[in-house]
């Protein structure tokens, strides 16, 4: 049985961290490129970031480039985001995401395989 399953979420305040894993199970995690994703209430699901199969390349949101990273350790199956420099804005239920292709999409609909999410909650 194929899973990602998401963790790290929690309520922070304005400026704190946090670290965001995604344990993928049942599946050859090194071919896939991995994403995160983030939904508010009320919003679309948008893009965050992704990474290469091998972890060499790297895309971002220009809402959280600089302040947010991308990383995975193939050996464990798990892709990580962490979130540095949080704003209220970053307030969403993120979610990770497996695509098997080579380039790095933004779009969720390139996207196979989803988890089912974490809370984040950002205060001022």
């Known amino acids: 049985q194929v899973q990602l399953v998401e963790s790290g979420g929690g309520l922070v305040q304005a400026g704190d961290s946090l670290r965001l894993s995604c344990a993928a199970s049942?599946?050859?995690?090194?071919?896939?490129?991995m994403g995160w994703f983030r939904q508010a209430p009320g919003k679309e699901r948008e893009f965050v970031a992704a990474i290469s199969r091998g972890g060499g390349s790297t895309l971002y949101a220009d809402s959280v480039k600089g302040r947010f990273t991308i990383s995975r350790d193939n050996a464990k199956n798990t892709v990580y985001l962490q979130m540095n420099g949080l704003k209220p804005e970053d307030t969403a239920v993120y979610y990770c995401?497996?695509?098997?292709?080579?380039?790095?999409?933004?779009?969720?609909?390139?996207?196979?395989?989803w988890g089912q999410g974490t809370q984040v909650t950002v205060s001022s």
């Open positions: 995401a497996a695509e098997r292709t080579i380039r790095l999409y933004r779009d969720p609909a390139t996207y196979d395989l």
């Open positions: 049942g599946l050859s995690f090194s071919i896939y490129v």
